[in-house]
């Protein structure tokens, strides 16, 4: 699914201080169908903003956002979008198991298909045994797994992920890892944001970095790959931290508002 | 549709493991016990206040849930940002209003109806321990039928906790202006009523007229659906005036919700 | 450390031991306090009944039941140590029928506990709100009849509502031919226990029917005494100057003994009374 944001704007009126912050500015935006595209930046850039605009929680200020050519208004837009929300929270006193024959109803799945498919993600994501235990007792990385199970479970075109990674131990990473590049094999649009660097590297085709609202800087994979075989650091290592190097000086040098 | 129906489901579902219900069924389960004990202490005519008791009960456990649970359904979604998960899906925020609500509904019907069936149970025990002259004037239909009104007052209160959850992300606030709401449509009879008589006889200001005349139409009347004195005396309603109480009950719920989903549609979601 | 969990025992049963002898302490004070210290206000209905919200009939329930438990001793007794007895009385009964308009035992108790101590246009006052409200139910009328008659001594209203009453479904047939009779002075202690008779067949409450029953056998003895001077004044052509007259000619044994504690007195006119206050004239 094409996804497209022109010359976006959102501004906040601050409650507390009544001043106007500006979380997004001037975003232009183009992430194609099949691509997992990163964004990384610091706390407060305006990635989550950007997100919940896409999901239609928020009202851009001005420009316009499409997805597929629609509007992410529409409630039709998101039957195909999967989200996974930073810190996810979901009720207390319902399962896994409920949680995700909600999505899939809502989502519009013919009856059939809905438990097949969520027996696949518990087992995929190793939460067999806890299905129908209530949420409230899941440690941290069960929640984060439970969320992605949330998401996929409707088999959408378009996933949004928010720090997918966050709270999960390395076992459960690779299984993260794995499922990413398994949904990129079926050609589905992966939009994820995170701190890890690491991940951004290993699974993006694009990144974009983000700062004070800004879209400061895009990167393709070549560009990605180009630049670590050149970067040499004073100590001499070859290439591992040159996209936090890229990070830190693309975000020191943004234009003060 | 489905979709609607899909959330009031969890909603239900959600409510109906929360502790606190299961408390407040309990409590209700005791106090119907105790009536018949109670029963007995009080003079001659016992089924005026059997009725009395179970009715009361039933009506008290309905707004605990209101006031507590359901307004912590509400109220927690955006608190605890549980509601990204239902908003991220293809519903609309109207939809939204609608399948809460609903699922608010549903969890009042199951709760209170559960605590009918034994309410009559416990009745008939009562009945079956006394002899019939002490139950006169008691009457099943009256008694359904009181129920029954009760459930339409229901409607419109928990319409009232979404209309305010929509407004407000405080739990406490939506909590305060229903409980609020609640005791100005108990009320508002009978201040109109007083302010009549008051009026024959001295001059009452002419601002206050028009408030409380004002008041009568924005706030709803709660009490006329308390039959609880008429039929714990046998005395039951006509069909007509069963019909214009549930328009009433019907409209007026169906005019706070539709208020609700506009003021919902332009909020957002931070 | 098993002295340490002596010691903690030791001291728990202290305390339950201390506690148990606080709790019948702190009983007995409290039972004096209460005495001493009884409320007698009720608050009245304008107030009770907002405030009551959708709960009025179980708050009706409620206040007539702390009515009841006021009047755990005989009435006389209380009369004399609550002077605002009447008062307290009569707001109470008011305020519960405000509540619940149909609520008969309340009704009941306005006419034994006002009517009959004394206070029979208080109780009419309450009264009149069932008269009103159970229209289909003769005994509002006849209630408030009797008074009008028995305590008030008004004899065309008293009429007035007891052919009201006749009318009504269930009425005993007496009421209508007491009603009729009254154009014609003619007081009787029968009136009375007809009165009471009926009251106690309709009476669950203990207390009551003990207060029914002391009257009623109060009026008998009062009835059974003029029927004997009745008698005296047949065979002898006067009446007797005292009461010991008809014991001397052997129409009675003994004087019976007044329930109330009072004494059987005869009057100039032939009648006998008693000067217990069991009847307020």
Same mark, same amino acid.
Not at chain 2, 119 to 133: C, D, L, T, W
Not at chain 3, 142 to 156: A, E, P, Q, S, V
């Given at each position: ?257 | ?47 005026? $206040? ?5 009715? &009361? %009960?039933?009506? !008290?456990?309905? /707004? +605990?849930? *209101?006031?507590?649970?359901? @307004? ?88 009232? $906790? ?5 407004? &407000? %992300?405080?739990? !406490?606030?939506? /909590? +305060?202006? *229903?409980?609020?709401?609640? @005791? ?87 | ?281």
């Amino acid at each position: 699914m094409k996804v497209n944001f022109s010359k976006v704007n959102k501004s906040f009126i601050s409650s507390f201080t009544r001043k106007k912050v500006h979380a997004v500015i001037d975003l232009d935006l183009s992430i194609q169908t099949g691509e997992i595209f990163g964004i990384i930046g610091p706390n407060g850039a305006g990635k989550s903003t950007l997100l919940k605009m896409l999901l239609g929680f928020i009202r851009q200020g001005s420009g316009s956002i499409s997805i597929e050519g629609k509007s992410p208004i529409e409630p039709e837009t998101r039957i195909n979008m999967g989200y996974l929300p930073e810190n996810p929270y979901y009720y207390d006193h319902l399962s896994a198991e409920d949680l995700m024959k909600f999505s899939a109803k809502t989502a519009g799945m013919k009856k059939e298909d809905i438990q097949p498919s969520i027996n696949h993600l518990l087992e995929l994501m190793n939460l067999e045994h806890a299905r129908k235990r209530h949420l409230r007792t899941y440690s941290k990385g069960m929640t984060q797994r439970a969320g992605i199970c949330f998401a996929l479970v409707h088999d959408p075109d378009l996933i949004i992920f928010d720090e997918p990674m966050s709270g999960l131990d390395p076992l459960g990473r690779k299984l993260v890892v794995d499922l990413v590049l398994d949904l990129k094999q079926k050609g589905k649009t992966i939009i994820f944001c995170s701190h890890i660097l690491d991940d951004i590297e290993r699974l993006c085709d694009r990144m974009a970095i983000m700062d004070k609202g800004r879209l400061k800087k895009t990167l393709n994979r070549e560009q990605l790959l180009e630049g670590k075989n050149k970067f040499v650091t004073e100590d001499g290592e070859k290439g591992n931290n040159w996209l936090e190097q890229i990070f830190i000086d693309t975000v020191d040098s943004g234009v003060r508002e | 549709m489905n979709r609607i129906f899909a959330l009031s489901w969890l909603t239900f579902k959600e409510g109906i493991r929360d502790r606190a219900l299961m408390g407040i069924c309990i409590i209700a389960l005791v106090m119907l016990f105790a009536t018949i004990v109670f029963t007995g202490v009080f003079g001659y005519d016992l089924g005026k $206040v059997l009725v009395d008791l179970n009715l &009361s %009960t039933i009506a !008290f456990a309905g /707004l +605990l849930l *209101t006031f507590f649970v359901n @307004i912590n359904l509400m109220a927690k979604d955006i608190d605890k940002r549980t509601i990204y998960c239902v908003l991220s899906k293809p519903l609309s925020r109207t939809e939204y209003i609608l399948g809460k609500y609903l699922g608010l509904i549903l969890l009042v019907c199951i709760a209170l109806f559960f605590l009918l069936v034994f309410s009559s149970g416990i009745i008939a025990i009562v009945k079956s321990m006394y002899s019939e002259i002490f139950f006169k004037n008691f009457s099943w239909y009256c008694f359904f039928q009181a129920y029954f009104y009760q459930m339409l007052m229901f409607f419109i209160l928990n319409a009232v $906790v979404i209309f305010f959850s929509s407004v &407000s %992300t405080s739990s !406490f606030l939506v /909590l +305060l202006f *229903t409980i609020a709401t609640y @005791i100005t449509g108990q009320t508002i009879e009978e201040v109109m009523v007083f302010f009549k008589k008051e009026a024959l006889g001295q001059n009452t200001s002419a601002v206050n007229h028009w408030v409380i005349d004002i008041a009568q139409y924005i706030f709803p009347n709660f009490s006329a659906f308390d039959i609880k004195t008429l039929a714990s005396h046998g005395k039951f309603l006509p069909l007509e005036h069963t019909t214009a109480l549930v328009g009433y009950s019907l409209i007026y719920t169906i005019l706070l919700l539709f208020f609700a989903s506009m003021i919902f549609n332009k909020r957002e979601i931070t | 450390m098993m002295a340490k969990s002596i010691k903690v025992y030791t001291l728990l049963l202290a305390c339950v031991l201390i506690y148990i002898f606080a709790f019948f302490q702190l009983k007995e004070e409290r039972q004096r306090f209460l005495e001493l210290n009884f409320m007698d206000f009720t608050l009245p209905s304008q107030f009770t009944g907002p405030v009551s919200l959708e709960f009025k009939g179980i708050t009706a329930d409620f206040l007539l039941f702390k009515f009841m438990a006021f009047l755990g001793g005989r009435v006389q007794d209380l009369k004399e140590e609550y002077p605002r007895y009447p008062d307290y009385t009569y707001q109470s009964l008011d305020a519960i029928t405000d509540l619940d308009p149909y609520y008969w035992d309340a009704y009941l108790f306005s006419e034994m506990f006002l009517a009959w101590s004394g206070n029979p246009k208080e109780a009419n006052k309450i009264l009149e709100k069932a008269r009103l409200h159970l229209s289909n139910d003769y005994r509002p009328s006849y209630y408030i009849g009797f008074n009008n008659h028995y305590f008030l001594k008004d004899f065309k209203t008293a009429s007035k509502y007891l052919m009201e009453a006749s009318k009504l479904p269930g009425c005993p047939y007496y009421i209508a031919a007491l009603a009729a009779r009254l154009s014609v002075y003619s007081f009787q202690h029968r009136d009375g226990i007809l009165f009471l008779k009926e009251m106690l067949k309709n009476t669950n409450d203990k207390r009551a029917r003990k207060e029914f029953e002391l009257r009623i056998a109060t009026l008998e003895f009062l009835e059974m005494l003029e029927k004997k001077v009745t008698e005296y004044h047949a065979d002898f052509g006067k009446y007797p100057e005292v009461l010991e007259d008809l014991v001397k000619v052997k129409l009675i044994d003994k004087i019976p003994e007044d329930p109330y504690k009072g004494k059987f007195v005869l009057m100039s006119n032939g009648r006998v009374y008693t000067t217990s206050k069991m009847l307020p004239y």
